[in-house]
């Protein structure tokens, strides 16, 4: 096998595993779709290996491998903000819940004791209103 | 109960089950008309049973911990619920004095949104080492200028708010490092409120140590620096305005 297509099919079967888990909603779409995108280009890369040598002298990078690197290093920084920017949206969405809960707990807590109070006195002591 | 008490004592507490009962006990004794709120942040001690048991405190049991300012902004979603006019922070650890509530209530009373118990103002003898003292002095001089007060001790967590104060911190009450305290402050300053601060003496913590070693002091600082310049270059949230317009 050479290394044209083992690139062409591991750059295949990442799209393949992709599409599994949004399948199988594993992976929500606002996630996938930058995975889908470098592995889309990954693929049209795998099969015309030519383009990354045009695209170097474009770019003016002399080895075409290098512009390649960096190109993964940006897409990599690029997702880590993008989940470090999810992950702080989940830890405020995580605290108002939190707050959320503790209120509503001692709201049914006060209840449930105005309950018993009404039960177990009968007459003007239970009328202690809120 | 809301109508009568138009003062709610908020005890944010974790892990402080030795010197919650204490604390609850001062308050009881100091300020008999107001309501008291214990938030508990998660502890994974006796803390919440210890507030339960007291019979003067009622208990709001947060899920997880999320910090002081989390703490606090429950606190203050309570009391904006429940109709109260003032909200005062006492912390569990015992070095707050209740005692001293009231001169922070009267500073509400002379037009203040937000009343800060200050360490450094004369008041006690309270002395920080060093490079943390150097921090806490540039901390003071930067929020001193943004709030147009002279401020000695920005990150006490003994203040009170009144109405408008408890609006604004209502909506948006920062978790984060020092956001309790510093950045708090900022929004309140941003938001227009007025903030005034009065000398308290500051007791020892009850139980617990602080940690001030100058490794931690220089992280301090820098945390420090961080969290302000971006409290003041951050966007102010419709929200907090909007409260304050109300």
């Not at chain 2, 109960?1 to 308050?27: C, F, H, K, T, Y």
């Not at chain 2, 650890?93 to 922070?104: M, S, T």
């Not at chain 2, 200028?145 to 203040?159: A, E, H, V």
Request: aromatic share 6%.
């Amino acid at each position: 096998m050479t290394g044209y297509w083992f690139a062409v099919g591991c750059s295949v079967a990442l799209v393949l595993f992709l599409v599994f888990l949004l399948r199988t909603r594993r992976l929500r779409e606002k996630y996938a779709f930058i995975w889908i995108a470098v592995a889309v280009v990954i693929c049209v890369i795998g099969a015309f290996p030519d383009l990354v040598v045009t695209l170097a002298r474009v770019a003016g990078v002399q080895t075409p491998a290098n512009l390649l690197f960096a190109a993964s290093l940006l897409v990599l920084l690029l997702v880590c903000i993008q989940l470090s920017v999810e992950v702080s949206t989940l830890e405020e969405e995580t605290r108002t819940l939190a707050e959320e809960i503790a209120l509503l707990r001692l709201d049914v807590e006060r209840a449930q004791l105005r309950a018993a109070d009404d039960d177990g006195a009968t007459g003007p002591a239970a009328t202690d209103g809120p | 109960m809301g109508e009568r008490a138009s003062v709610l004592v908020i005890v944010p507490a974790w892990n402080e089950q030795d010197s919650l009962p204490g604390v609850l006990e001062d308050i009881a004794r100091c300020m008999p008309e107001a309501d008291v709120l214990v938030v508990n942040d998660g502890s994974t001690d006796r803390t919440a049973a210890v507030a339960r048991g007291s019979g003067t405190a009622m208990l709001l049991d947060l899920p997880l911990n999320l910090g002081v300012g989390g703490a606090m902004r429950a606190g203050y979603r309570f009391a904006l619920r429940g109709g109260y006019a003032r909200a005062v922070q006492v912390d569990a650890d015992g070095q707050h004095d209740p005692g001293d509530i009231p001169r922070l209530l009267a500073l509400l009373d002379d037009g203040a949104d937000v009343a800060i118990g200050a360490r450094f103002a004369g008041e006690g003898d309270y002395r920080a080492r060093w490079p943390r003292r150097w921090a806490m002095t540039l901390l003071s001089g930067a929020l001193s200028r943004i709030s147009g007060t002279r401020l000695t001790d920005t990150t006490s967590g003994f203040r009170a708010v009144g109405r408008r104060g408890l609006e604004v911190f209502a909506a948006e009450y920062p978790a984060e490092y020092l956001g309790d305290t510093v950045e708090a402050l900022v929004i309140a300053a941003r938001a227009g409120l007025t903030i005034r601060q009065v000398g308290v003496a500051m007791r020892e913590r009850a139980a617990g140590s602080a940690s001030h070693s100058p490794v931690q002091a220089a992280i301090f600082l820098g945390r420090a620096t961080l969290a302000l310049l971006i409290a003041l270059s951050r966007p102010m949230r419709s929200r907090a305005r909007e409260g304050v317009a109300a």
